[in-house]
Nanobody, 114 residues
Framework: QVQLVESGGGLVQPGGSLRLSCAAS????????MGWYRQAPGKQRELVAT???????NYADSVKGRFTISRDNAKNTMYLQMNSLKPEDTAVYYC????????WGQGTQVTVSS
């Protein structure tokens, strides 16, 4: 079992940047495929980016070139650096751990507005 805690969300103007963090409990973080997802009001949860234990990455087309996913296995933490933010990036952002079943964090709100 693993517990996930996101942080780093907030209000930012269009064109701004935020860095989200996802801290994981336990000693097996380095072996776990992880991902960031988001859910906007009235919409389904969607994939933002994923990262394998070996740090191979995958991005949704809507965030390619603007967002960067990374992980620090020594700190049991995954990150999402978000640059050039747009109003359509407004959503609750969740981190996910892929074990025998998926584990989700509680989410952190990101609002992009002037």
């Amino acid at each position: 079992q693993v517990q996930l805690v996101e942080s780093g969300g907030g209000l930012v103007q269009p064109g701004g940047s935020l860095r989200l963090s996802c801290a994981a409990s336990g000693s097996i973080f380095r072996f776990i495929a992880m991902g960031w997802y988001r859910q906007a009001p009235g919409k389904q949860r969607e994939l933002v980016a994923t990262i394998t234990p070996g740090s191979s990455t995958n991005y949704a087309d809507s965030v390619k070139g603007r967002f960067t996913i990374s992980r620090d296995n020594a700190k049991n933490t995954m990150y999402l650096q978000m640059n050039s933010l747009k109003p359509e990036d407004t959503a609750v952002y969740y981190c996910k751990a892929d074990l025998l079943r998926p584990y989700w964090g509680q989410g952190t709100q990101v609002t992009v507005s002037s």
